[in-house]
């Protein structure tokens, strides 16, 4: 295997530094490429597999594709590492992603072909050049990423700014290449505690703890700032929803998981190309949290050995190689015969403590033709006054339910769909009761379930096992005495008490938030009008979960998630940018007139 460094030019005339790995011999070869802003030659810590659990070098990963007759190229982003030119987050990757490809296919060992993978932020840059459907490209593998609309996710949610951009910010500023060149900046911002400054909300421009880079404080600023959902929201890179009518047609592979920020990006991503026609789309959605497929075990739950994607894929490089054969050779595998769609069902353990002390949750993968499966039927189960959750409707004189949401202490985050966030909080499923280790905990560290600022409705102990898979959705009947305030609904299972969990153990499955000011059109934000009733509709992330008979379905409402989301003061002050904070008033409506009720996507039977 030998090695080409190269800086590619771009069409502004900025050069990317970029690494090719190939074969002896003069090729030419189909190509695999990597666009990253992780460095080119650092150790991925999510190439790893269930037999080799150990990270490895991008040398070693090219390695292994090299031996399989593959060029491999390594691309670092603009602005990082390598690479010249001013890094501006997710904004530059389709226009240099494309320069990428077409230079690729200049080059002599290219013979014309090109397949791209890469976890996260190095699948954000696949969607992004896919958007313009560049020379070459013949196969794509999207592992955690790829904007649908990331204002919808990954950014903004709901209209709520996800503080996984502020914990990220602040971490890759202290690994700039700016950074390593300015000993000075590199001091102050070792000198910077994240955690104590998560405990110090609102932040200022020039008074973060990202102030030491003011590039990432800009940019950190500008996506925070900027809540209206309009051209800003558009753009390539951030945007491909937009683009997928007009998507390269390649066969392209969509992988999330339950615990990561992108499960609603896979499968608008899958759906939105499937009613275009262009290619053929496919959906991997695992029990993971972000790219460790080749785990079992996540926050304080075992989902058991089948939960690795090892388990029918053979290993992860395994995996990618037979699709690449397959696309990029034309071998004849069976690649396209596979189903289109493999999701994890969570669910159906036995319950018990395992030896490492987690619950015992289980699971099993189920595969369908389309999304959500053929045959699942939309179920409305609507909230009660008494707490009750249930098919039945609610009482015509039912009456609402009323809150204080305090912002200054709001309902902290326990695990869910997180990244990017350590050292603050990780994500994944826990028990949903508040202890003295996680952040925004308080005492007594009762369950999230005591506060008075988040309402319950469960069902009573289900009589038979209930499979739940696909989109969940709140649909909900809110007032409020400020001009604005944020809606959270978290779906959970609730496992029986039992000898090793004498109180039960109420797992989260997923969950979404709306702020409220963008309820009716989110490019155009209005405040709410005191005290009057208003539908809203907050869209959770999909699942996949196997409630079983004697556990409970559970959805809880509340207007915080911290930290999460960012803190919304309820004063109706512009995004990013309050001073002040106010408690609201906020009433839930349970009655016939006013129906709020939770949209569960059940199942069908699996065949045979």
Avoid at 156 to 167: I, M, P, T, V
Avoid at 173 to 194: G, H, M, N
Wanted: hydrophobic share 35%; proline share 9%.
């Amino acid at each position: 295997m030998r090695r080409i460094e190269a800086m590619v030019a771009c069409r502004d005339g900025v050069r990317l530094s970029t690494d090719a790995w190939l074969p002896e011999g003069d090729g030419p070869w189909p190509v695999i490429l990597e666009r990253t802003p992780y460095g080119k030659r650092e150790t991925s810590r999510s190439e790893r597999t269930a037999a080799d659990p150990g990270p490895q070098t991008r040398e070693a990963i090219a390695a292994y594709f090299v031996r399989h007759g593959y060029a491999v190229v390594y691309q670092d982003c603009r602005g990082r590492y390598g690479s010249e030119g001013n890094f501006e987050k997710y904004l530059s990757d389709g226009e240099d992603g494309y320069d990428c490809c077409a230079w690729i296919c200049e080059q002599s060992w290219c013979n014309g072909r090109i397949g791209t993978m890469g976890l996260s932020y190095a699948a954000h840059t696949q969607a992004a050049l896919g958007c313009l459907d560049p020379p070459g490209l013949a196969v794509q593998i999207l592992d955690s990423g790829g904007f649908s609309d990331a204002w919808q996710g990954g950014i903004r949610r709901g209209g709520a700014f996800e503080l996984k951009q502020a914990s990220w910010a602040f971490n890759q500023a202290r690994l700039a290449p700016e950074t390593k060149a300015d000993p000075v900046r590199a001091a102050a911002l070792a000198a910077e505690d994240l955690v104590e400054w998560f405990h110090r909300f609102p932040w200022k421009r020039g008074h973060s703890p990202v102030r030491h880079a003011p590039d990432y404080e800009d940019y950190l600023f500008e996506q925070w700032e900027h809540g209206a959902r309009d051209e800003y929201w558009q753009r390539l890179g951030i945007y491909a929803r937009g683009w997928h009518d007009r998507y390269a047609a390649v066969p392209t592979i969509h992988m999330s998981s339950w615990y990561d920020p992108y499960p609603r990006t896979a499968t608008e991503n899958f759906c939105g190309l499937r009613d275009a026609g262009r290619g053929t789309p496919s959906l991997i959605l695992g029990p993971w949290t972000h790219g460790n497929r080749s785990e079992t075990a996540f926050g304080e739950v075992e989902f058991g050995p089948d939960a690795t994607i090892d388990s029918w894929a053979g290993d992860w490089r395994a995996f990618r190689l037979r699709v690449f054969d397959r696309w990029l050779k034309d071998a004849p595998n069976g690649v396209e015969a596979e189903p289109a769609i493999r999701v994890f069902v969570m669910g159906g353990g036995s319950g018990r403590r395992t030896d490492k002390g987690l619950l015992d949750h289980g699971g099993r993968w189920r595969s369908g033709a389309d999304w959500p499966l053929p045959g699942t039927r939309i179920l409305p189960f609507h909230l009660h006054g008494d707490g009750t959750l249930a098919e039945a409707p609610p009482e015509a004189d039912a009456a609402p339910l009323t809150w204080d949401a305090d912002p200054r202490h709001p309902v902290p985050t326990i695990g869910g769909a997180i990244t990017s966030m350590e050292p603050v909080i990780a994500g994944g499923p826990m028990d949903q009761r508040e202890r003295p280790d996680l952040f925004g905990c308080r005492a007594p560290f009762l369950p999230l379930a005591s506060r008075p600022d988040v309402l319950v409705f469960q069902t009573p102990p289900l009589e038979v096992d209930v499979e739940v898979i696909g989109p969940v959705t709140a649909r909900l009947w809110v007032a409020t005495d400020a001009p604005d305030t944020d809606i959270t609904a978290k779906l959970i299972d609730v496992h029986p008490a039992s000898v090793d969990y004498p109180q039960g153990f109420v797992m989260n499955l997923c969950e979404g938030i709306l702020r409220c000011r963008y309820r009716d059109d989110p490019a155009n934000p209005r405040p709410m009008q005191p005290g009057v009733p208003t539908a809203i509709t907050v869209e959770l992330f999909p699942t996949a979960n196997r409630f079983l008979a004697g556990h409970r379905i559970r959805l809880d409402i509340a207007a915080s998630e911290f930290p999460h989301y960012d803190i919304n003061p309820q004063t109706g002050e512009p995004e990013g940018q309050a001073r002040r904070m106010r408690v609201a008033v906020n009433t839930l409506f349970v009655d016939a007139d006013q129906p709020s009720h939770l949209l569960l996507p059940l199942a069908p039977p699996e065949a045979g």
